[in-house]
């Protein structure tokens, strides 16, 4: 208990927290007869007020943008405490094409500050090669 | 008493229902299921002041204070990284001017002042994170608003 103590204390403090976001899975994979495949992480708000969030697919190991992921949805204002499931799409998978990358969450109305938090999902898809 | 035999066959259901069960046969079962996931809650926002020399404006110099960031984790310890930081500041800032963060945690993280990237793979579900900021600029500052940022991912 004396070593949770400063924890404690930290996440005490955090019951008005500057920034706050939360998301799950941390990485999942799945594999798909077609062009397609979806995921669902869930989105959550830590905060006890209603708060927007923005969603992104950005490369696995890089911030490149990834055009072929769509999210719905990308944006959304979450109720105090709550979570919400988000689906996320990656399209245009080849014939036996492994395809990787994160989705990252963050708070959409960030203000001038030095911390940007987010968290990130790895997903891995993978389409079955043609028959 | 063929009879009676015939009533106590038919009562007995009845009597089974209505009779309560014995405690210790009942299983009271509470289920529950956790979401693997990670959660950033920055509980202060850093604040950079400048020094007496005055070539540094950091969260230590007297009247500073570093940014507090709490991270939970479910299911599987995360790695946080952090991007290099950059500085946000007035026209006529000194091209010389270097912004460096250096963080500690509950954990151990200890990373002294870097001006690269850099990431700490978590041994615990929940850390605190303590982190400092500065800029190094040995021309000096232009008036002005300064920011240091840095992006703090929480993944596997």
Avoid: H
């Amino acid at each position: 208990m004396k070593r949770l103590a400063p924890l404690l204390a930290a996440l005490a403090l955090a019951a008005t927290p500057a920034l706050a976001v939360g998301l799950g899975p941390l990485s999942k994979s799945g594999i798909t007869d077609s062009d397609r495949k979806g995921f669902f992480l869930t989105l959550i708000n830590p905060y006890p007020s209603a708060t927007p969030y923005r969603a992104y697919a950005v490369g696995e190991e890089d911030e490149s943008p990834q055009p072929r992921v769509r999210i719905v949805p990308a944006e959304v204002t979450l109720g105090g405490r709550a979570t919400r499931r988000i689906l996320v799409i990656a399209q245009e998978l080849r014939p036996g094409e492994e395809y990787a990358f994160r989705v990252c969450a963050e708070r959409s109305d960030i203000e001038e500050g030095m911390i940007n938090a987010r968290v990130c999902s790895r997903l891995r898809a993978r389409r079955l090669p043609g028959a | 008493m063929r009879i009676f035999n015939e009533s106590a066959i038919a009562i007995a259901p009845l009597v089974a229902l209505t009779v309560p069960a014995p405690a210790s046969a009942a299983d009271v079962t509470l289920r529950g299921s956790l979401l693997s996931s990670c959660l950033l809650t920055l509980s202060t926002e850093g604040k950079l002041v400048a020094s007496s020399d005055p070539t540094v404006i950091g969260s230590e110099e007297s009247g500073g204070n570093a940014a507090l960031l709490a991270v939970v984790a479910v299911g599987a310890t995360p790695t946080v990284n952090f991007s290099a930081p950059t500085i946000d500041g007035p026209a006529g800032l000194d091209s010389g001017a270097q912004a460096q963060i250096r963080y500690t945690s509950l954990g151990g993280s200890n990373q002294s002042y870097t001006s690269s990237a850099s990431s700490s793979s978590q041994v615990r579900l929940l850390d605190t994170f303590t982190i400092n900021a500065r800029i190094v600029s040995p021309n000096g500052f232009a008036a002005g608003n300064y920011v240091v940022r840095t992006t703090t991912t929480c993944q596997q």
